[in-house]
């Protein structure tokens, strides 16, 4: 195990997450504390599972260093495939601003509403990352949860497509002993 590693394995389900977040409560596993460094990342392998809480590392969002497709909702989990590229088109597009007027006669019912558009001057920008899943790339899973006490805490998790075909290749925390 990576010295970075919450633990290697595999999440398969909301419960294997949720023993994950209870043994980094509970001190028997560890929360990433940082942000990985360049050696870390190059580490990341198939079964690599990284947990973190937003207060105790300072950090909102998880970086890796790799591109990703679009997310995909699995269940309570996110899942994105590794992309090939990094190339981004920036479109700038006007915001529009939309006005409901009220359209009709009182006596005839609820007035209906016509959008009157109109443009400010500030510009959206949108980005659109271009490129293709990478052959053999790696998938990543992620979850984010807000505790009752309102921590934010978040798991990561990297695996081959394959490693789930081979019996036993990665353990889940629901039957790792």
Not at 12 to 34: H, K, P
Request: glycine share 6%; proline share 6%; aromatic share 10%.
């Amino acid at each position: 195990m990576s010295s970075a590693e919450t633990y290697y394995g595999l999440i398969e389900t909301s419960e294997d997450a949720i023993i994950l977040f209870e043994a980094c409560r509970l001190g028997i596993r560890r929360r990433v504390q940082r942000r990985l460094t360049d050696t870390e990342r190059m580490s990341i392998r198939s079964g690599s599972v990284f947990v973190w809480d937003e207060d105790e590392s300072g950090m909102r969002r998880w970086t890796d260093g790799r591109s990703w497709s679009p997310s995909r909702v699995q269940g309570c989990f996110l899942t994105y495939c590794e992309w090939e590229g990094r190339r981004r088109a920036t479109i700038r597009r006007p915001n529009l601003e939309v006005t409901l007027l009220p359209f009709g006669d009182a006596a005839t019912g609820p007035p209906a509403y016509v959008p009157r558009y109109s443009q400010p001057a500030r510009q959206s920008t949108c980005q659109i990352q271009q490129g293709c899943a990478k052959e053999n790339g790696i998938l990543k899973k992620a979850l984010s949860l807000t505790t009752t006490d309102g921590r934010k805490l978040h798991l990561i998790a990297y695996y081959y497509k394959q490693d789930l075909d081979i019996p036993n290749r990665l353990l889940t925390p629901s039957t790792d002993p």
